[in-house]
């Protein structure tokens, strides 16, 4: 095992308190220990006795196997690698790791698909992956009552296979395919919020193991009501706690009926400002609309020679409706006149399943686009979100920014919710353009939180927005959070250095 | 064009199963393992639907042969589109014995009884991947057949289809009536709604037994045994270029 390397990615503490971070940061050589005496020790006894329960299969040390672990699609942090990786087949099994790691002090971080955008899985502080992803089953199904319980290795996409021969289907799109149980600690959202909720709206109880092992439901063992009013809400405390808390191995969804008929369109507009502005009066004419979604000038470029399209190069807008054939058809009207009035150009439909999907896709996409587009670079992605009358200012001083900055900086997203991202492209060896990348995420940031919006809107604040969460919450906000974290894992194992510190 | 169309669904176990070998070698394990419609005739009834909904064809009859539990597919079927269901019953060793020729049969018979226009089937099922039943229907009947379609458009009493083959795409043009096989680009099939599944309860689903057709079930082949292919050995690292080469002879690689 090594204990110390040479590292050119090293990150930098000072830089996480500039923005979101997304990107490999060049730094000057230096000889750093990965971790101290202690730990290493602890984890050679710790992996003996996790042997004996798991068994040779479930456990691994290997370098490339613990790189893996440690990293998602978010910044490559090189210095943050687990010490050990292991793969509990049950509650049980993961109730037993737990309770070993917690007689050693030894970190623990779950771990799911690694498809999230924060880091959230990397060890700041090492210790222990514990890669849920063999529990895998489906274990409570109840189409009529529109609920389905399910194991972390289960994922969307698997899912929504396995309802939709029942004419059901799990809405919530966060983009990736990622665990149903990953999605809920991460509160994830995605492109059908603005109709169907986040993961908050959708969860309606979590099996939790805590980090000495005790095991336990966030709304009573089983249960699947609709609603409740017993107690605290539990379940919505673990729904976002980005690992810190506990491991989710049980979540239970509503789930919904498939729509019968989906159409999606795209509109282009002469502005950003009108494009936002049909959005807003979109919502206010309380059309049901499934998806709205921004794509801007410099993003539908990019689209268009990446995807091999032929949409017009202007601020546009996805949308997608969803219901039965006269419900699309009066809304797909109405939104039609409101996008005239706003400037907007004629509606292009998409009906058919392959037709609908490539559009999605290419919106889905999007973050590889900007990246392939621009061949070497990386990018910051920002995740604000703010109300949504706030929205249209927000953008259009950001651009301005932007192009003031000669960034290049897409602009996109759910703007039916009042959260965008923007990814700022930067070229990894011009340390002038990454600066000048962090600069406009943080005035981005600052600018969203003074208009009473969150840093992160779906991404979660992981490593690098930890500088904000004090001021968008305050420090007795930060205090009541840092108070129910010493409730629920008082030794600090469960993904130590996510979120907030410890002091 | 008001034609009639004959689709062709087959039962199988759903692609995301893991298979298992029955510890006895007979075959693989079935019993409690998810079965769905095979994914190459979701694309066909899909592309009667669309049919249908262009008015080019009037009615969607869609078949299945097989244990009891084929309504469930036939359902499916029916809930995406199709008008009506028939289902020939076939369980147990019987069913294990079943060839691409006797279905094959089956749809001849069916073709000629329903006054058929076309018939549609996946180019192949997920289990056996014969990729045979369409072009035997075809001998069968003595009708013309455009397989692995990619792209089908209806023009006055034939059809024109963009077939994939190895060499690329090929373009025919099929009188009717005729034999089409659904290759995997011929379009997304929908997803079956809530409504719709409600809505196929209704819709009837005769049943009729291989003797009504006048086909022959009796087995043709025997399987011998059926085994899982073999488990991955353990790779070994070796020192040098030379050790690699010893390794190799030792192994009667070389």
Known sequence: MQCFFISRFVFNNSLCQTGSLRYFHYSRFVLQSTRNHQLVDKIKVLKQNLIKVLGKDGISDSETICRQHSRDEGVERNDHIVDLVVWPKSTEECSIIASICYEKKVPMIPFGTGTGLESGVCGVHGGVSVDMSKMNKIVDFNPEDFDVTVQPGVTRKGLNHFLKDHGLWFPVDPGADASLCGMTATSASGTNAVRYGTMRENVLNTEIVLADGRVFWTAGKNRRSKKSSAGFNLTNLFVGSEGSLGFITKTTLKIYGIPEMMASAVCAFPTVKAAVDMCVQVLQSNIPIARIELMDDVAMEMCNNHNKLNYEVAPTLFLEFHGTEESVKSQAKFAAEIADYNGGSQFHWAYETEERNRLWKARHDIYWTVLQSNPGCRAIVTDVCVPITCLPDLIAQTKSDIQKSGIIGPCLGHVGDGNFHSFLVFNPSEPEELKKAEQLASRLTKRALDLNGTCTGEHGIGIGKMAYLEKEIGPVGLEMMKSIKRTFDPHWLMNPGKIFSSE | ?254
């Open chain 2, 1 to 254: 064009m008001s034609l009639r169309i004959l689709v062709g669904v087959k039962r199988v176990i759903d692609y995301a199963v893991k298979i298992r070998v029955k510890p006895d070698k007979s075959g693989v394990i079935t019993e409690g393992v998810k079965h769905s419609m095979n994914p190459f005739d979701e694309i066909a009834i899909e592309e009667a639907v669309r049919m249908k909904e262009k008015k080019i064809a009037k009615e969607i009859v869609a078949f299945s042969c097989g244990p009891a539990q084929c309504q469930e597919t036939l359902r499916t079927a029916l809930a995406m589109g199709a008008d009506r269901g028939i289902h020939v019953e076939v369980a147990g060793p019987q069913y294990e014995t079943l060839q691409p020729l006797h279905i094959s049969k089956m749809l001849a018979k069916l073709a000629k009884d329903e006054q058929i226009d076309i018939i549609i089937v996946g180019k192949q099922a997920i289990d056996d991947d014969c990729n045979q039943t369409a072009q035997m229907t075809a001998a069968l009947l003595d009708w013309p057949q455009a397989t692995s379609a990619s792209k089908i458009e209806a023009k006055d009493g034939s059809l024109q289809v963009v077939r994939e083959i190895d060499g690329g795409l090929e373009t025919i043009k099929v009188k009717l009536p005729t034999v089409v096989s659904a290759d995997l680009r011929l379009n997304e099939p929908r997803y079956a709604t809530l409504p719709n599944i409600m809505k196929a309860k209704k819709k009837p689903i005769k049943k009729l037994t291989p003797k009504d057709l006048g086909v022959d079930v009796s087995p043709r082949i025997q399987i011998v045994t059926v085994e899982e292919p073999p488990v991955r050995l353990a790779g070994a690292k070796v020192e040098n270029v030379d050790m690699v080469v010893e390794k190799l002879k030792a192994l009667g690689h070389a």
